[in-house]
């Protein structure tokens, strides 16, 4: 089921069920894309032509972060949890390992893709890595077609939000892969390059807080959760919402 906050059409899940239905993908067409807006993102949809009809053609739209969360509240129309992107990728791979399906890494630094395998490797025996490249290329063709060549199953773009999801929507077809998952920073989180917040934080709603104190240049951008916040009891006092 479909909730929509600020003109975003989330799929109201638990992280099971969102893990469940990516897994069900992997039975559908080839090209079929999951994305995992925060609130950041869904603001962003304000004045990036075309980003919300990207976000609402995604095969799963999932709320990654605890804004979206709070906003639905606001609007009278809970959703369920939040589902941190990078916990849904853990549990795919968990599930491709499972069905011997394999997955391709895209993005990050020069050599971060690789560590990264090399970590999921470890931690979900049986993954296997169709390939790997990094996220700073400059033409589509070339990656494009590795993909495609690798066979993977699904693939992991993480070129940050909102160059992944335009890149998805553009490529994702002709890659062959049956699921492209857009994801941010977590290649530099599997590979051990970048901290995730403690638990702790994660239970408390402060994993936005904890990467602020790690990341302060995220200052400015971390201003758009608040304004979020307002545009939302905005829309939500207006009858908008
Ligand atoms: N990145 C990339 N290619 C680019 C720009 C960024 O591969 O052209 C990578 C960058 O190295 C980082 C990720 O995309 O690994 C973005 O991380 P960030 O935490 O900023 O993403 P967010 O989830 O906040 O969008």
Known sequence: MKTDVMGVAFDNVTMEEAVAA???LLEGPAGQYVVTPNSEIVYACRDTGGLSEILNRAALVLPDGIGVVYASRILGRPLKQKVAGIDFAAGLAAELARGGRSLFLLGAKP???EQAAERLKETYPGLVIAGVHDGYFKEDGPIVAEIAQSGADVVF???GAPKQEFWMAANGPATGAKILVGLGGSLDVFAGVSERAPDIW???GLEWLYRLIQEPWRFKRMCRLPLFLFWTIGAKLQGKG
């Open 22 to 24: 990516g897994a069900a």
């Open 111 to 113: 050599g971060v893709a």
């Open 157 to 159: 773009v993480c070129l």
């Open 202 to 204: 994660v239970r408390l």
